[in-house]
Nanobody, 121 residues
Framework: QVQLVESGGGLVQPGGSLRLSCVAS????????MDWYRQAPGKQRELVAS???????NFADSVKGRFTISRDNAKNTVFLQMNSLKPEDTAVYYC???????????????WGQGTQVTVSS
């Protein structure tokens, strides 16, 4: 089995920063793309940022220049550094990873349980 666990969410004032982490564990053979999504109340889940195994990144227009994504392949961990936070960044943030398990089979997408980020004064 594979498990993704996020951490680092919390309450921050506008203009502040937070760093989210997501660790993948279990029967992992390889990890391809790792992503961060978010879902605000009453809205659909949206892709915030993604990073490939080779380190190529992609960001939603709404976070470009403010958020960065990185990964530590040795630790199966992906990070989301969020700077200049705005109230509209308030959401539950989810980690997603495309993983091939050690028992073979197909690549599958796995999700974490989510971590709440609230930006408010």
């Amino acid at each position: 089995q594979v498990q993704l666990v996020e951490s680092g969410g919390g309450l921050v004032q506008p203009g502040g920063s937070l760093r989210l982490s997501c660790v993948a564990s279990g029967s992992i053979f390889s990890i391809d793309t790792m992503d961060w999504y978010r879902q605000a109340p009453g809205k659909q889940r949206e892709l915030v940022a993604s990073i490939t195994g080779g380190g190529s990144t992609n960001f939603a227009d709404s976070v470009k220049g403010r958020f960065t994504i990185s990964r530590d392949n040795a630790k199966n961990t992906v990070f989301l550094q969020m700077n200049s936070l705005k109230p509209e960044d308030t959401a539950v943030y989810y980690c997603n990873a495309r993983i091939l398990e050690t028992d073979g089979g197909n690549w599958r997408d796995y999700w974490g349980q989510g971590t709440q980020v609230t930006v408010s004064s």
